[in-house]
């Protein structure tokens, strides 16, 4: 079965500072691979998404991910984090026309 | 140009209760997909509505039950609500059932007590 998991329920880091948060799926055919966030007391808001081409995927207020097929992995970065990054985030993949969301990151951004 | 508006925002019910949650899609999109989140989990889905019919369905007992309207409004229905059913309902919706880009409301958070 395909699913998603976020190995790091929580991530601290300074205002900034570099930040990865890891993701990695189970799927032994292709895959749609998503990122969304959710800020306190909001809805999901999609951050970006590997459908196919290049592996490297920019998205919005400055996040990035890589495809990582042989790694079964699509982490998410951000060079330089601000404290309004501080959310949750989500990987997810499409299986079956479903949206399989992973457990979430929390991101905490330290003054 | 509205987002996708949920209703009620909160809600408080007994367990053995029924409750119906709301949904108004994005302007332009006609399907909506409901989800459960947990607290400290990732949302979960629930079913799917497009064209007025269920099209996919989750790990979710016949007590969830939904409908869409034809304006592609929708609602969720949980009869018999159990504790274990306090969470937060999201809401999305999407143009065409793609799942490449879902827009997501702010969420019901029901409390069965």
């Known amino acids: 079965a395909q699913s998603v998991t976020q190995l790091d329920s929580q991530v601290p880091v300074f205002e900034e500072a570099p930040v990865e948060l890891r993701c990695n799926y189970s799927s032994s055919v292709s895959v749609y691979l998503f990122w969304y966030v959710q800020y306190p007391n909001q809805g999901l808001q999609l951050l970006l998404k590997?459908?196919?081409?290049?592996?490297l995927v920019k998205g919005i207020n400055g996040f990035e991910a890589e495809f990582n097929k042989s790694q079964t992995s699509f982490h998410l970065r951000k060079p330089s984090v601000h404290i309004s990054d501080t959310a949750e985030y989500f990987c997810?993949?499409?299986?079956?026309?479903?949206?399989?969301f992973g457990k979430g990151t929390r991101l905490h951004i330290l003054p | 140009d509205a987002g996708v508006t949920q209703s009620p925002t909160h809600l408080i019910k007994t367990r053995g209760q029924q409750v119906t949650l709301r949904c108004s899609p994005k302007?332009?999109?006609?399907?909506v997909s409901w989800y459960q989140q947990a607290l400290g989990q990732g949302p979960q889905f629930i079913f799917q509505?497009?064209?007025?019919?269920?099209?996919q369905r989750g790990n979710f007992p016949d007590r969830f039950s939904g409908h869409q309207f034809p304006n592609y409004s929708s609602e969720l229905n949980v009869n018999a609500l159990l504790l274990g059913d306090s969470a937060l309902y999201l809401c999305?919706?999407?143009?065409?059932?793609?799942?490449?880009?879902?827009?997501f409301g702010s969420g019901t958070q029901l409390s069965v007590l």
């Open positions: 509505y497009y064209e007025e019919e269920e099209r």
């Open positions: 999305a919706s999407s143009l065409g059932r793609s799942n490449e880009k879902l827009f």
């Open positions: 997810a993949v499409n299986r079956d026309d479903k949206i399989i």
């Open positions: 590997y459908l196919s081409g290049s592996t």
């Open positions: 302007s332009g999109h006609d399907t």
